[in-house]
């Protein structure tokens, strides 16, 4: 149980509700096993009238009659104790689902972007859902029925042990057996687990990235072979737990074996002593409900070992994300303001994940309200640029400063807050248009949300939507076209009037009299703000105050375009490229 250690703080803060469980759990218990010794008495004293012991049967009916209500107050009161445990140690298992899957989801955040591209989204899901899920019955109805097997075993025994000391020895001799059998199969179920939730992560993620990429699953016509490829990999999961369940299986027909034994022994050796008068009648049959009694909570002793099997390999899984670190380290230096001037030494970025290096000793400055573009063929190293500014990645090598601040030294949400990101693939959430604008300014109203909208060219589209700015995307934005998913995005940056801008080749899915508009308005907008393009086109680029050409992860060429265009190379070839296309 080494992994669930991590979780036994939950156990700390909230033990007042525990212990109050754990009170509660005894009581009802206690309560319970009461009613052999009621049940004895009243067969002891039927037997005694039989044989002549006692004669008067009206006494003997009174004493009948009190035993019986006694059993049913004692079950009403033993039901409702059961009541208030499942009220106190439940919640309480569900309270702690609810902060371990907040603890998760709060590391998720913390991790950085590499991490997501080393893990599969499907995964992640199914250990924040499944695996919680299993963790929660370690904590719930696993924590429950061990308190009650242990309040139950030993009252029970003890009262054994209390009638007749030899019976209890015969009764409890299987017990041994049933402990080493426990040892053995515990063994194998936390094996067999972890292969399942595996198994079960793979299923989560595999039908994620087909609903994901559906619409290129249904343009290929590759249904059938997807379906296949499921099948196969659902038939592998359910041969995983089949292996499992058969393990477990075991459990139970090994503790009817052991407590039908035990019924066996106090019938044999319990008649003998009976015979011999050592004991009474009514002992014989309140041992055989004490055993019986003790048939679920030994039972249960399987499933529970299971369970914390089970949630033991799910809380190893759960904390191998828990225990890593973000390799991006937020700083602690909060400057006043930001000014926006922005500075490369010497960078090189090499992605651990891949080993391809995407920049290659590169220096630059752009100065404080400066448009800089940013052109190069396709893994040239633009977008890393982008990334470095916002601090997704840290330079392999070199630094890149603001104001001439390490951004290594400087708190990355604060940074973050005064950058606008356009990614070159637009992300929307399945909300409202005007929330996705939104979700760059929070406390923006809709006059605000509507200029955003104006300058980012979209508002005129929107518009002519049934339910305007309160249209529903559907998941990832699948109810718009590419444009205007981009354009979205671009009022998300654009609400959020920060000091540094940033667009990632956002307007390639607009056409060109769309697009002029979009920079037209930008230049008034970037006035005084730092703005980085990367973009294919050179009508997208020609205004920057400069632009830098990169090549395989250097810069091959820099200036404005005037000069570039005159300059033989790249630039000057790219936009003659582009002059033919027009014409044509």
């Avoid at 061990?146 to 409890?172: E, G, H, P, Q, R």
């Avoid at 035990?262 to 309140?286: C, D, F, K, P, R």
């Avoid at 006059?447 to 305007?468: C, L, M, T, Y």
Wanted: hydrophobic fraction near 40%; glycine fraction near 6%; charge should be neutral.
């Amino acid at each position: 149980m080494k992994a669930l250690r991590y979780v036994h703080k939950y156990f700390y803060k909230y033990k007042y509700r525990l212990l109050a469980g754990i009170i509660i759990s005894i009581l009802s218990r206690y309560l319970a096993v009461k009613v052999p010794e009621i049940v004895k008495n009243s067969i002891n004293i039927a037997d005694e009238y039989r044989t002549g012991i006692v004669t008067d049967l009206a006494y003997v009916k009174d004493e009948l009659l009190y035993n019986i209500a006694l059993i049913v107050g004692l079950a009403i009161l033993s039901g409702f104790f059961t009541f208030l445990m499942r009220q106190t140690i439940i919640v309480t298992s569900r309270l702690i689902e609810f902060d371990l899957k907040n603890e998760i989801f709060k590391q998720y955040e913390r991790l950085s972007v590499n991490f997501y591209k080393k893990n599969r989204t499907g995964d992640l899901m199914n250990r924040i859902s499944e695996d919680v899920g299993k963790v929660r019955m370690y904590f719930g109805p696993a924590v429950m029925y061990t308190i009650n097997m242990l309040v139950l075993f030993s009252v029970a025994v003890f009262k054994m042990l209390k009638i007749d000391t030899t019976l209890t020895f015969y009764t409890l001799l299987p017990f041994p057996l049933l402990s080493l059998s426990i040892f053995v199969l515990s063994k194998v179920i936390n094996k067999r687990s972890t292969i399942v939730q595996e198994y079960l992560s793979k299923l989560t993620t595999f039908g994620q990235e087909v609903f994901s990429g559906i619409n290129v699953i249904k343009s290929y016509t590759i249904e059938n072979s997807t379906i296949e490829d499921f099948n196969t990999l659902a038939e592998k999961s359910k041969e995983k737990n089949i292996h499992l369940f058969k393990a477990q299986a075991l459990f139970f027909p090994l503790m009817i074996l052991l407590i039908g034994i035990s019924n066996l022994t106090v019938l044999y050796i319990g008649g003998m002593q009976y015979i011999h008068g050592i004991i009474s009648i009514g002992t014989i049959a309140e041992f055989i409900m004490y055993v019986n009694m003790l048939t679920w909570p030994v039972a249960v002793v399987g499933w529970v070992t299971s369970t914390i099997q089970q949630a033991e390999a799910s809380q190893k899984r759960i904390n191998e994300f828990l225990q890593q670190q973000p390799e991006i380290v937020s700083g602690d230096f909060l400057p006043d303001a930001l000014g926006g001037k922005v500075t490369f030494e010497n960078v090189s970025l090499t992605y651990d994940d891949t080993d391809i290096t995407a920049l290659n000793n590169i220096s630059f400055t752009v100065e404080k309200g400066e448009t800089i573009a940013i052109l190069g063929k396709t893994g040239g190293g633009k977008s890393s640029i982008l990334n470095l500014i916002a601090r997704l990645y840290d330079p392999t090598s070199g630094t890149v400063s603001i104001d001439g601040v390490n951004l290594k030294k400087m708190d990355t949400h604060l940074l973050r807050k005064h950058i606008g990101f356009v990614p070159q693939d637009p992300f929307l959430f399945s909300d409202s248009i005007e929330n996705n604008i939104r979700f760059g300014a929070e406390e923006a109203d809709q006059i605000r949300i509507e200029n955003a909208a104006k300058n980012a060219a979209i508002h005129e589209n929107i518009e002519r939507f049934k339910k305007r700015y309160k249209t529903i995307l559907g998941e990832r934005g699948l109810t718009v076209s590419g444009g205007q998913k981009q354009r979205i995005s671009i009022a998300r940056a654009l609400i959020k009037d920060p000091d540094i801008l940033i667009f990632d080749d956002c307007l390639s899915a607009v056409d060109t009299e769309t697009e002029e508009a979009i920079l037209m308005n930008l230049k008034t907008i970037s006035a005084n703000k730092t703005t980085f393009i990367v973009s294919h086109r050179i009508s997208s680029v020609k205004y920057a105050d400069k632009i830098i050409v990169l090549d395989q992860g250097q810069i091959v060429q820099e200036g404005i375009h005037e000069k570039l265009v005159r300059e033989p190379g790249y630039y000057q070839e790219f936009y003659n490229q582009q002059l033919l296309e027009k014409e044509h």
